[in-house]
T-cell receptor, first 111, second 116 residues
Framework: LAKTTQPISMDSYEGQEVNITCSHN???????ITWYQQFPSQGPRFIIQ???TKVTNEVASLFIPADRKSSTLSLPRFSLSDTAVYYC????????????FGKGTRLSVIA | NAGVMQNPRHLVRRRGQEARLRCSPM?????VYWYRQLPEEGLKFMVY????????ESGMPKERFSAEFPKEGPSILRIQQVVRGDSAAYFC??????????????FGPGTRLTVT
């Protein structure tokens, strides 16, 4: 399984766009990139998934360059309610396989 | 449509006792996964089950831990003779069959096990 590397923590002001970059140099041809969000004392929640280029939904955008060795999760307007840990996962597309989580990025608001 | 349910939410056990964690998947989901999360760590996969079958238990400790997902009723994660190192949050997730388009698993709120 491809290993992922992402910053341990990030801070942002409310209202700003926040970008979290994840490195996955050994990504395989059939691997997808998936992001999960975990609020304190809750289970993780699926945010977005992509294979290449750009994917956008009501929560976030995911940018994947042509070489797919990294990806960037973009939250358009950070708010206090977005304070959470964000996990980047890489693996086959099926939901019927175990997920491999790293330590994630802890995103906090700057007071 | 109720989400994944886990109970109890908090469980305190003395060393040497047994812990039983229950998980009811989302309606219509036949795949269940158990993960463990230590403080300040990411989730670690433990076991993947379908109804009456263990599909992948590569993340389960070899001793004291067992899991089942019977034909009727919730999935159970059982930890015998608990030790302090078993203290963690245990999350259950479920997914429907034929989920081949995205890696979306639905997680429960977790059971926080404290061993004293």
């Amino acid at each position: 399984l491809a290993k992922t590397t992402q910053p341990i923590s990030m801070d942002s002001y409310e209202g700003q766009e926040v970008n979290i970059t994840c490195s996955h140099n050994n990504i395989a041809t059939n691997d997808y990139i998936t992001w999960y969000q975990q609020f304190p004392s809750q289970g993780p929640r699926f945010i977005i998934q992509g294979y290449k280029t750009k994917v956008t939904n009501e929560v976030a955008s995911l940018f994947i360059p042509a070489d797919r060795k990294s990806s960037t999760l973009s939250l358009p307007r950070f708010s206090l309610s977005d304070t959470a840990v964000y996990y980047c996962l890489v693996g086959g597309p099926s939901g019927n396989t175990p997920l491999v989580f790293g330590k994630g990025t802890r995103l906090s608001v700057i007071a | 449509n109720a989400g994944v349910m886990q109970n109890p939410r908090h469980l305190v056990r003395r060393r040497g006792q047994e812990a039983r964690l229950r998980c009811s998947p989302m309606k219509g989901h036949s795949h269940v996964y158990w993960y463990r999360q230590l403080p300040e760590e990411g989730l670690k996969f433990m076991v993947y089950l379908q109804k009456e079958n263990i599909i992948d238990e590569s993340g389960m400790p070899k001793e004291r831990f067992s899991a089942e997902f019977p034909k009727e009723g919730p999935s159970i994660l059982r930890i015998q003779q608990v030790v302090r190192g078993d203290s963690a949050a245990y999350f259950c997730a479920s997914s429907p069959s034929g989920s081949y388009r995205d890696r979306e698993q639905y997680f429960g709120p977790g059971t926080r096990l404290t061993v004293t």
